[in-house]
C-alpha cells in the first residue's frame, strides 16, 4: 500500500512535468501545425538555468539567499530564459519556412534540437551536475500520509503545474491573446486581414509555450536532482507522446495526458521493470493511434477539399 | 499563382533559365546533354579509380563509410524524398541490418561464445532483408492510422523502441550493452571479403546497383504514384492510386535498404554495438540526404560523400582549417557581388585580425599567449591572426555565444550594414574557431551537422543537387 | 433501364450540420446533366461523397445499379467514375505528361519488380501509358502539347491547369467525369472552348457528365438536364430552361422577393 501510493505520487510528479512540456507542443502544432522537435531541449535548457542560478547564489550548501527566493529566481529567469529562446527560434529558423513544404520545419527543428544539445555540451561538458536539492530542501518534510512522505518538492511541482496550467487556460479563453491564438490557430490568412498581428501571436506562443518548458526543467532539476544536456530527447519525446494521447491542440489533453503517461511509467517503474518503462510509454501511444486517433479530448478533424 | 494568358512567356521560361552566363551556361548544356545512365557509369568509374588511388587503410575506411552513408540516405530518400513521409525510425532498420546480420552471422550467438550460426552472406542478408521489409510493413500500417505529423513521432518512438530493445532484452543474445563481436565477415561461395578496400569496391557495386534499382522503379508507375502522392495524396487517391498501399510500400523499401547498409556496415565492422545505431546517426543520415536534395538520387549520394569526408576533415586538426575557411571563403564569394565589394570584405577581415592581435597583444601579452587549435600550415598562418588566450575556453564559449548572436543579426541585416557586420563576424568565427571549436572536433561535427540541416532548409530547401518544388497551398 | 450514376436518399451531416438531405440524383449514359446552387449549397460535398472522400451519413451511391457506398476513392475512380477539383489539386512538381500518366495507375498492373526489371508486361504497360496520355492531352489541341510535355505543371497557366486537370481524368479511362466549376476563372473565349469542350466529351469519348458551374451561358449551352441545390436540398430539376425560371431557384439565388428585385 505504502508502495502504491508513493507510485502515484511519483506518477503525479513525473506527469505534471510532461503536461508542462506537452503545453508547449500543444500549443505551438495547434497554432502552425509544427512539431517542435527542439521544445524538448528548451526543457534541458531550463534546468540548466535552473542550476547555474543556484551557483550564482553560493551553491547548494551555502545559499546566500532564502530557498523560497531562490526558487522564484529560477522560475523567473528559466522562464524568460527559454521564452527569449523560444521567440528567437520562431523568429529565425522557423517564421522563413512558414509556407516551405511541410517536411522543411520539421527537418528544422531536428537541426535545432541538435545544435542546442551540442551547444550545451560545449559550452558545459557532459558530465551530469546534480542540483543536490536535499542540501538546501529537507527531503523528509512534508505531507506524511500513513508512512508515505509526501515531499515539498513533490508538492511544489504539481501544485506549480497545476497552477501555470489554470493560468494558461485562463490565457487561452479570457484574454484578447488568447482569442488571436485561436483565431490564428484557425485560419492564419483571415486571422491577418481581421488585423491580428499573426506574427506577434506565433512569438508570444513560442514565448509562453517555452517559458512553461523552462519551469519543467527548473522543477525537474530540484525533483531528480540530475541533469545533462541529453535529457530533453525522451522527455519531450514523452511529452509529445502525453500530448497526442490527451488529444492536440487541447490544453485539458496535455494535462490528462501527461498525468496518464507519467503514471503509466511510475507504475511500470515500480510494478513491472525498470528497463521497458519507455517501451511501455510506446505501447500506450500506439495502442492510442489505433483506438481514438484524435487523442482523450481531441475532436476528429475534417478534411477539407 | 498563375495568370492568365501567360502561355507565351511561360514557354520561354526554359530559354531563360538556361541563358546564364559563362561557366553556368557550360555547365547546364553539358549537364542536359548526358543521360542518367552514361552519368551512373561515370561516377561508377570515378569510384572504381578511386579505389585504386586509395593506398592508406584510413582513407580505404572513410571511403568505405561515404558509401554507407549514400546507401542510407538512398533509403531514407524512398520515404522521405518521393512519398513524402518523415520517417525518424530509420536508424531503427539500418540498426536491425546490422544486428540481423550479427546474429545470423557470429559465433557471439553460442551458449558459451563458440559455436554460433555461420550463414553464408548470399542467406544471411535476404533473410535480414525480408525481415526488415516485413517489419517495415507492419510499423507502416501502424503508423498510417496516423496523418504525416504523428507519424514523425512514432518512427521516432520506434528508433528509441530499437535502443531499448538491443539494450535489455535478451543480452545473451543480442549483447545488451556490450554489443555483438566476433562478426564473421561477408562470405559465400567460398570466398569472402576481409580488406577495408574490399569492402570499398562490394559497397561500391552495391550503391550503384541500388542507385540502379531505384532509377528504375522511380521512373515506373510507382515511382510517379509515390511523387504523385507527395505532392497531393487527395488528389492521388482519387486519380487511382491507393495512398496507403504506397505508403506502407514506400516505408518497407526504405526499410530494406536501410537494413541491406546494415548488414554491410556490421560485416565491415566486425561487431555491433547499441550506439551505433542514436538518434545522432539518424541526423547525419539526414543531414546527407537534405545536403545532397531530398528527393534526388544523385543528391543522396553527393551527400553520403560530402558529410562523410566533411567529417572525418574536421577530426583531424590540420585538415580541419581547410575545410572551415574554404567554406567561409567560398560563401563570401558567392554571396557578396560585386567583386569590389568582395575584395572590400576580405581585406577588411584580414586587416581587422592583424590589427586586432597587435593591438591586443600591447595591451597585454597573456590575451595572446595562446597558440591556434589549428596544427600545420594554417596553424602557423593564423598565428598572428587570431587572439587566443593562454586558457581559452571560457573565452571561447564567449565567443561562441557572441557568434551565434552575430550570425543571427546579421540575417537580418541588409545593404551596406551587412557588409559591414560580415567583417567582424567572419574574424570572431575564426577565433572562436581556433580557441574553441577545433579543440572539440567531435561536437563541433555535431553543432555543424546540426547547421547543415538548418541553414539548407533555410537557404535552399532543394540541397545540392534537388530540383526547385512548389508546394500545393492548401494541405 | 438502371441509370449509370444514382444517388438514392442520400444524406450527410458533420456533427450536427446537414450538409446534404435526402438527395435523389441520377445520371443517364451519355448524359450531361448539370448542378447548380448558390455558394454553400452542397455541389461539392455531393462531389465528395460520390467520389468517397466523404462517407455518407445515410443513402446510397451507385453506379450501374451497383452500390459503391463507402469505398475508399482510389476504388471509386477505378470502377469509372473520374473527377476535377474546383480548387485544381494537380501534381505541382511532376511535369504535364507525368501528372496525367500518374492517373494510370489503376490500369496498370506490373509489379515493383517488373518495372525494376524492366519485364515485358511492364514495357508494354509504359508504352500504352504513354500513348495514351498523348491521346488525352491531344484533346486539348496544342495547349497541352510539344515542349509543354516535361514542363512541370506549376508553370502552367491558370486555364491550362484547368484543362490538365480534366486531361488526368481522362487517363484513368472514367464512364461519368465530374466536372467541378470548369470555367472558374476563365475568360469569355476560353469558356466558350470549355463549353464546346465538354459536349465533345461526351460526343467523342461517350462520356456521361456531371458539372458544377456557376457560369449561367455554359449551364445554358450544355446541359440536358439541370439540378438545383439549396441548403443541401434538391430544390428543382428538369430542362434549363424550367429550372432557370423556377422561382425557388431564383429564390435561392437571389433572396426572398424575386419580383421586387427583378424589377431594379
Not at chain 1, 490527451?246 to 489533453?253: F, L, N, R
Not at chain 2, 550570425?407 to 580557441?435: D, S
Not at chain 3, 453506379?63 to 473527377?83: Q, W
Request: glycine fraction near 12%; proline fraction near 3%.
Amino acid at each position: 500500500m505504502q508502495e502504491f501510493i508513493q507510485t502515484i505520487v511519483n506518477g503525479l510528479q513525473t506527469g505534471s512535468l510532461y503536461a508542462l512540456i506537452a503545453l508547449g507542443y500543444t500549443m505551438v502544432y495547434g497554432i502552425l501545425k509544427l512539431l517542435n522537435f527542439a521544445h524538448g531541449d528548451v526543457y534541458m535548457v531550463g534546468a540548466y538555468i535552473g542550476y547555474f542560478v543556484i551557483h550564482w547564489f553560493g551553491g547548494p550548501t551555502a545559499l546566500s539567499i532564502p530557498v523560497p527566493l531562490l526558487i522564484l529566481i529560477m522560475f523567473a529567469l528559466a522562464s524568460t530564459g527559454c521564452g527569449l529562446l523560444g521567440v528567437a527560434m520562431e523568429r529565425f529558423a522557423y517564421r522563413p519556412l512558414r509556407d516551405a513544404p511541410r517536411i522543411a520545419p520539421l527537418i528544422t527543428a531536428l537541426g535545432i534540437s541538435f545544435v542546442l544539445e551540442n551547444t550545451v555540451l560545449l559550452l558545459f561538458g557532459g558530465f551530469t551536475r546534480s542540483y543536490q536539492t536535499e542540501s538546501f530542501i529537507s527531503a523528509t518534510s512534508g505531507i506524511h500520509l500513513g508512512g508515505v512522505t509526501i515531499n515539498i518538492v513533490e508538492i511544489m511541482v504539481i501544485v506549480v503545474s497545476v497552477a501555470m496550467m489554470f493560468g494558461l487556460r485562463q490565457i487561452v479563453h479570457r484574454t484578447t491573446l488568447g482569442k488571436s491564438m485561436r483565431a490564428v490557430a484557425s485560419d492564419r490568412e483571415a486571422a491577418e486581414m481581421l488585423g491580428i498581428n499573426v506574427n506577434r501571436t506565433i512569438a508570444l506562443t513560442f514565448f509562453i509555450g517555452s517559458a512553461m518548458a523552462g519551469v519543467a526543467g527548473v522543477m525537474s532539476g530540484l525533483a531528480f536532482d540530475q541533469i545533462t544536456n541529453t535529457i530533453g530527447f525522451l522527455a519531450g519525446l514523452k511529452a509529445f507522446t502525453a500530448a497526442v494521447v490527451g488529444g492536440i491542440g487541447s490544453i485539458a489533453g496535455a494535462m490528462i495526458g501527461g498525468i496518464v503517461i507519467g503514471l503509466a511509467e511510475a507504475f511500470s517503474l515500480s510494478y513491472i521493470s525498470t528497463k521497458y518503462a519507455d517501451l511501455i510509454v510506446f505501447g500506450i501511444l500506439i495502442v492510442t493511434m489505433l483506438v481514438r486517433p484524435q487523442g482523450i479530448f481531441g475532436r476528429p478533424l475534417l478534411q477539407k477539399v | 499563382m498563375a495568370q492568365i494568358g501567360v502561355d507565351d512567356w511561360v514557354a520561354q521560361s526554359g530559354g531563360r533559365r538556361d541563358g546564364g552566363s559563362g561557366w553556368r551556361k557550360l555547365l547546364a548544356r553539358a549537364d542536359s546533354r548526358l543521360g542518367w545512365w552514361p552519368r551512373l557509369a561515370l561516377v561508377t568509374l570515378a569510384g572504381l579509380i578511386a579505389g585504386q588511388l586509395l593506398t592508406n587503410v584510413n582513407l580505404q575506411t572513410v571511403a568505405f563509410n561515404s558509401l554507407l552513408y549514400a546507401m542510407l540516405a538512398l533509403g531514407l530518400n524512398i520515404a522521405v524524398g518521393w512519398a513524402g513521409l518523415l520517417d525518424l525510425g530509420y536508424i531503427a532498420f539500418f540498426g536491425l541490418g546490422a544486428y540481423g546480420f550479427a546474429v545470423l552471422s557470429s559465433t557471439a550467438t553460442g551458449a558459451s561464445g563458440s559455436g554460433g550460426t555461420h550463414l553464408p552472406a548470399i542467406e544471411s542478408i535476404p533473410i535480414v532483408i525480408l525481415i526488415a521489409g516485413v517489419v517495415g510493413v507492419v510499423i507502416g500500417l501502424i503508423a498510417l492510422r496516423l496523418s504525416g505529423d504523428y507519424l514523425a513521432i512514432v518512427t521516432l518512438f520506434v528508433g528509441q523502441a530499437f535502443m531499448e530493445v538491443v539494450n535489455n532484452v535478451d543480452p545473451g543474445t543480442l549483447g545488451g550493452v556490450n554489443g555483438i563481436f566476433g562478426l564473421d565477415s561477408l562470405h559465400s561461395f567460398g570466398s569472402q571479403v576481409t580488406s577495408p578496400l574490399g569492402y570499398y569496391y562490394l559497397a561500391l557495386v552495391m550503391t550503384v546497383v541500388l542507385a540502379g534499382i531505384l532509377h528504375l522503379l522511380d521512373t515506373s508507375r510507382t515511382g510517379r504514384a509515390w511523387r504523385a502522392l507527395r505532392d497531393d495524396p487527395l488528389a492521388a487517391s482519387a486519380m487511382t492510386i491507393p495512398v496507403n498501399k504506397l505508403k506502407v510500400m514506400a516505408f518497407s523499401f526504405g526499410a530494406m535498404v536501410g537494413a541491406l547498409a546494415g548488414t554491410l556496415f556490421a560485416a565491415e565492422q566486425n561487431t555491433v554495438f547499441p550506439t551505433n545505431f542514436t538518434a545522432n546517426i539518424l541526423i547525419l543520415i539526414y543531414a546527407c540526404l537534405v545536403l545532397g536534395g531530398v528527393g534526388s538520387i544523385a543528391g543522396a549520394i553527393a551527400g553520403g560523400l560530402v558529410v562523410t569526408i566533411g567529417e572525418q576533415m574536421l577530426s583531424s586538426p590540420n585538415d580541419a582549417g581547410y575545410l572551415f575557411y574554404g567554406l567561409i571563403l567560398i560563401v563570401l564569394v558567392m554571396r557578396i557581388r560585386p567583386w569590389r565589394n568582395l575584395a572590400a570584405v576580405l581585406t577588411g577581415v584580414i586587416g581587422l585580425g592583424f590589427a586586432a592581435h597587435a593591438l591586443a597583444g600591447a595591451i597585454s601579452s597573456a590575451a595572446v599567449a595562446g597558440a591556434p587549435g589549428s596544427g600545420g600550415s594554417i596553424g602557423s598562418a593564423v598565428r598572428d591572426y587570431v587572439i587566443v588566450p593562454a586558457n581559452p575556453a571560457t573565452y571561447g564559449n564567449i565567443l561562441y555565444v557572441v557568434l551565434i548572436c552575430a550570425l543571427v543579426v546579421i540575417v537580418r541585416l541588409h545593404g551596406t550594414r551587412r557588409l559591414l557586420a560580415v567583417v567582424p563576424t567572419v574574424y570572431i568565427a575564426a577565433c572562436c574557431w581556433e580557441a574553441r571549436l577545433i579543440v572539440n572536433p567531435s561536437i563541433t561535427t555535431q553543432i555543424m551537422i546540426g547547421a547543415i540541416l538548418i541553414v539548407t532548409m533555410a537557404a535552399r530547401p532543394q540541397g545540392l543537387l534537388g530540383t526547385h518544388r512548389v508546394e500545393t497551398a492548401e494541405q | 433501364m438502371t441509370p449509370l450514376l444514382e444517388l438514392d436518399h442520400l444524406s450527410l451531416s458533420f456533427g450536427g450540420l446537414r450538409a446534404i438531405t435526402e438527395l435523389d440524383l441520377h445520371v443517364e449514359d451519355k448524359e450531361i446533366v448539370s448542378v447548380i446552387g448558390p455558394n454553400g449549397a452542397g455541389k461539392s460535398t455531393v462531389f465528395n461523397v460520390i467520389t468517397g472522400i466523404y462517407d455518407p451519413t445515410e443513402g446510397h451511391v451507385r453506379l450501374a445499379g451497383e452500390s459503391i457506398t463507402g469505398l475508399r476513392p482510389y476504388k471509386i475512380t477505378r470502377l469509372g467514375i473520374a473527377r476535377t477539383f474546383q480548387s485544381l489539386r494537380l501534381f505541382l512538381n511532376m511535369s504535364v505528361k507525368e501528372n496525367v500518366k500518374a492517373a494510370t495507375y489503376g490500369k496498370t498492373h506490373a509489379t515493383p519488380i517488373e518495372s525494376i526489371l524492366r519485364l515485358p508486361r511492364a514495357r508494354r504497360e509504359e508504352r500504352e501509358v504513354d500513348a495514351l496520355a498523348e491521346e488525352v492531352l491531344s484533346f486539348f489541341g496544342q495547349r497541352l502539347m510539344g515542349y509543354r510535355w516535361d514542363q512541370p505543371a506549376y508553370v502552367l497557366s491558370y486555364a491550362n491547369r484547368r484543362r490538365l486537370e480534366i486531361a488526368r481524368a481522362l487517363a484513368t479511362r472514367p464512364r461519368l467525369l465530374l466536372l467541378d466549376e470548369p470555367a472558374a476563372g476563365m475568360n469569355p473565349n476560353e469558356t466558350h472552348e470549355v463549353t464546346e469542350l465538354i459536349g465533345r466529351l461526351r460526343d467523342e469519348l461517350g462520356l456521361a457528365i456531371l458539372v458544377i458551374e456557376h457560369d449561367m451561358h455554359v449551364v445554358e449551352g450544355i446541359s440536358d438536364r439541370v439540378v438545383a441545390l439549396d441548403h443541401g436540398v434538391k430544390i428543382a430539376e428538369g430542362s434549363y430552361q424550367s429550372v432557370a425560371t423556377h422561382p425557388a431557384v431564383i429564390e435561392a439565388y437571389l433572396g426572398r422577393d424575386p419580383e421586387a428585385l427583378a424589377e431594379e
